[in-house]
């Protein structure tokens, strides 16, 4: 009996990887023009001047490329020069090594980007502003990474009100939802049909305003994390206005669930029982429209949560909501970017971790599930 013959490895497209900036036809917006107006946003706390000295901090622009052809769920561009770009990909390789967040890409020294072919459209845009990216289907990535490119933009070209807004087709309808919200009226959106690249003549791409990277040897810190904090309030209190403002007497208590199958609270029904046993409704905010959890979360006055893309929702808390945050006690498991948003929302937030349950070995064991202790959260809340 013969050997079977080896699988024939699938073909992959290869282009040299380079940063969007240096393939620009030309900038909208500099650098220097977009740190000018951030500025007026507010006044930085000390945390923030921290941050803006982040080499994870992208320097955000608003750029003109030509001819380029725009892949859903990816902020990388391939353009006519045979390129593969993307400025968070080529800073995260050549500073930290670090491998692409679609897990179908590969990259190699040069750099060079791998991945397989992706079938062209048929259909070119004539212009359009870029507003897609990697992990935009979760709520936290959408509402702090993504829509501030839109915001921005919009804020500093208040007068351009017609070119389409680029975005992936099948998102929840709560992220299309918000997206609306933030849109200068009027403006149109295309939806981009996924597992294809879209021929995009002029395209207008905002840069990257924040940037956290996938790392899982270390805990996230200034060299892997940035999220402007004036910006994102801004965004929020955009947000806000578009429902009509919460019940002043209201002080709700509530509990978030979480509906994932990894980084479980393993004893939340306990935790709900007891949370509920002293005045807290428990929610599972993904299920609900973004008008009620506006409005629940600008009601609430204590709010108990695991750490997940529900805890986003602090944006529209009133200032001096008490947050208290639940986490495994891995070593990796600190949250600036929660730290930003609080500083954003005016809110407190503290952290409460409970021993992790070795559920989850290897490179993902950040993600582990945990229990919290009752008798630890009882102090936390009071």
């Known amino acids: 009996m013969s050997e079977a013959a080896p699988a024939a490895e699938a073909p992959r497209e290869e282009r040299p990887l380079r940063d969007v900036r240096s393939g620009a036809a030309s900038f909208v917006r500099t650098s220097a023009e977009v740190e000018d107006f951030l500025s007026t946003l507010d006044e930085p706390s000390a945390a923030d001047r921290a941050w803006a000295a982040s080499p994870c901090n992208p320097q955000a622009y608003i750029g003109e490329l030509h001819d380029v052809l725009v892949l859903p769920g990816s902020r990388i ?19 930290l090594s670090l491998r692409p967040k679609r897990w179908d890409m590969e ?31 979760n709520y936290f990535h959408w509402v702090c990474e993504v829509l501030p490119r839109l915001h921005l933009y919009q804020r500093m070209l208040p007068g351009e009100t017609e070119t389409p807004v680029l975005v992936s087709s099948g998102l929840h309808r709560n992220l299309y939802e918000l997206l ?10 295309h939806l ?45 209190g955009r947000i806000r206005r578009a429902f009509p403002p919460p019940c002043a007497g209201a002080r709700r208590r509530l509990f978030l669930r979480r509906g994932s199958n990894y980084r479980r609270l393993l004893n939340e029904p306990e935790l709900e029982q007891f949370l509920a046993a002293r005045g807290f409704a428990a929610i599972d905010p993904g299920e609900l429209p973004v008008r009620e959890q506006v409005r629940l979360f600008a009601e609430a ?62 490179f993902f064991e950040a993600h582990d599930d945990y229990t919290v202790p009752t008798d630890t959260l009882q102090q936390m809340i009071q």
């Open 107 to 137: 990259l190699a020294q040069g750099p060079v980007l791998r991945f397989p072919p992706v079938p062209r459209s048929g259909t070119t845009w004539p212009a359009g502003i870029h507003l897609t990216g990697e992990h935009e289907t």
């Open 77 to 95: 561009l391939l353009d006519r020069q045979g390129h593969a770009r993307s400025d968070e990909l080529e800073f995260a390789f050549r500073h």
């Open 301 to 362: 006055e204590l709010i108990v949560g695991p750490s997940g893309a529900a805890m986003t929702n602090m944006l529209w808390c009133r200032p001096g909501t008490r947050i208290v945050v639940l986490h495994s006690d891995h070593p990796f498991k600190k949250y600036p970017y929660w730290d930003a948003l609080a500083r954003a929302a005016g809110v407190a937030v503290s952290y409460l971790s409970g021993p992790r349950a070795h559920n989850v070995q290897g």
């Open 192 to 236: 981009l049909a996924c597992e294809q690249a879209h021929p995009v003549s002029r395209l207008v791409y905002p840069s990257d305003v924040g940037r956290i990277l996938d790392v899982y040897d270390r805990a996230p810190g200034l060299d892997t994390t940035f999220l402007h904090v004036g910006l994102l309030r801004d965004l929020a």
């Open 180 to 189: 609306r919200l933030v849109c200068t009226p009027g403006r149109p959106i």
